[in-house]
């Protein structure tokens, strides 16, 4: 029923070596319910596929057909089985097709310096040639570091549950573009090349057609991580907006609060000289020696902030000291400082309200400025291993919004030329926003 030729025989190997790239890449994504079941039917589905493709018409655009039949199968398969967008996973299946691509040019220009084979091979309807032990040894120093490159290069970095779809535009062009390089150019020189043309123009195309599969990678996964910064950039963008707001609403409130209490404290010394309802008294003297007590840094925005954490730590029983020159930050706005601040103390009050320990609840601020040098620490227990990624500290929560803290704050820090560092020693947690103001 099925006759065997190499080109028959190699269908079965293409979709093999497509499914262990796609796997490089499907580690990452989010399986379906009953996912061995689901792997175990597409895999045999593919694979039925090959099967029942005739490879009877040994010409670049009948094969071409079938490679992009066999391509499609398995990004069907990938569908069943990963709970992703199509785009997402059409990413990961263009990625995985232009690596293993990669590797099979790597294999054919090892064939022709090597062996100085030209002919069809695998893509032939002659069983002509002999698979032999130095035919398996270029393959696999062809196919192993590649597939092991472009796993770390290339498949580590992308987030587990990350939405890594570039768009649909940009996504269809570069498959375009990947099947034009890889399927067709491939197979024209392939079957249209000469016997007897020797191995110099071969070579030169193979190496040519895998500095383009290179650039597709590149490009490819260059776009998604502008597409992630600009993610970041809209969020950062927009949390630092919110809290604008927020700090403009807390200084209308305090300036307020200044102003009424400044009114209560004439109208209390009236009301005591009179018949008053002592409780009613009582509450709004509290609420005057609540405001007295505000902190007072000489900087209005820290005050604030300030205050609010104050006020924070009282309600969780978390103990916090605070030494602060607040003029040191007059070179920094106040939305900014607001944020800084905010993000730091918050963090901090945060984890060590988990401990029930009373030793081990508590936050420390200092602000202080040495000759040229601001230095902005916080301070609290900790428990455990600290690790970063990027100079930032890895979040143990899930959600989308986890993490943009300490992005917004490196932002800020490094919006006025500072450094922020993380460190944990001795039981403690620190976070250190270094500048440097010339000229002071």
């Not at 009948?62 to 569908?79: D, I, N, Q, R």
């Not at 580590?156 to 390089?181: M, S, Y």
């Not at 900790?382 to 300490?406: A, I, M, R």
Request: with cysteine; glycine share 6%.
């Amino acid at each position: 029923m099925f006759e065997i030729t190499p080109l028959f025989i190699y269908k079965f190997v293409f979709v093999t070596e497509i499914a262990v790239a796609e796997t490089l890449f499907a580690l990452r994504l989010r399986r379906r319910a009953r996912f061995p079941l689901r792997l175990a039917l597409s895999l045999a589905g593919v694979y039925v596929v090959a099967l029942l493709f005739p490879a009877v018409i040994p010409n670049a655009a009948y094969v071409s057909l079938m490679f992009v039949v066999l391509f499609a199968s398995t990004v069907g398969a990938l569908c069943v089985c990963f709970k992703e967008s199509v785009w997402a996973i059409l990413f990961c299946a263009v990625a995985s097709y232009t690596i293993q691509h990669l590797a099979c040019l790597l294999y054919d220009l090892f064939i022709a310096l090597f062996l100085s084979d030209v002919s069809l091979g695998a893509y032939g309807m002659e069983m002509d040639a002999e698979f032999t032990l130095w035919n398996l040894l270029l393959y696999v120093i062809a196919y192993f570091p590649v597939y092991y490159v472009a796993y770390f290069l290339f498949a580590r970095t992308l987030g587990r549950n990350e939405n890594f779809a570039i768009g649909n535009v940009p996504l269809l062009l570069i498959t375009g573009v990947v099947l034009l390089v890889d399927v067709v150019f491939g197979l024209v020189v392939k079957y249209e090349y000469p016997a007897d043309g020797g191995t110099l123009f071969l070579c030169m195309f193979y190496l040519c057609n895998a500095l383009c599969c290179a650039v597709v990678l590149v490009l490819q996964f260059g776009l998604l991580d502008r597409k992630n910064l600009r993610f970041e950039r809209d969020v950062l963008n927009s949390l630092l907006a919110k809290e604008r707001d927020r700090f403009e609403q807390s200084k209308r409130n305090y300036e307020f609060l200044g102003v009424k209490c400044h009114d209560l404290r004439h109208w209390i010394k009236a009301a005591e000289q009179g018949d008053f309802d002592k409780k009613a008294l009582s509450e709004m003297e509290s609420a005057v020696a609540k405001y007295d007590a505000l902190l007072r840094t000489g900087n209005a925005a820290l005050d604030i902030i300030l205050s609010e954490k104050c006020e924070k730590c009282d309600e969780a029983h978390v103990a916090f000291t605070c030494i602060a020159d607040g003029k040191s930050l007059d070179f920094m706005s106040e939305a900014d400082i607001y944020s800084l601040v905010g993000n730091m103390t918050e963090n901090a009050i945060e984890y060590v309200s988990a401990f029930g320990e009373e030793d081990k609840r508590f936050v420390r601020l200092m602000l202080r400025r040495s000759g040229a040098f601001v230095s902005l620490r916080t301070e609290n227990y900790f428990e455990g291993e600290l690790k970063l990624k990027n100079g930032l500290p890895q979040t143990t929560k899930n959600g989308g919004l986890h993490g943009y803290g300490t992005k917004s704050m490196r932002m800020i820090t490094e919006k006025y030329g500072g450094t922020l560092d993380f460190s944990a020693e001795d039981g403690i947690f620190a976070v250190t926003a270094l500048f440097l103001q010339k000229g002071r």
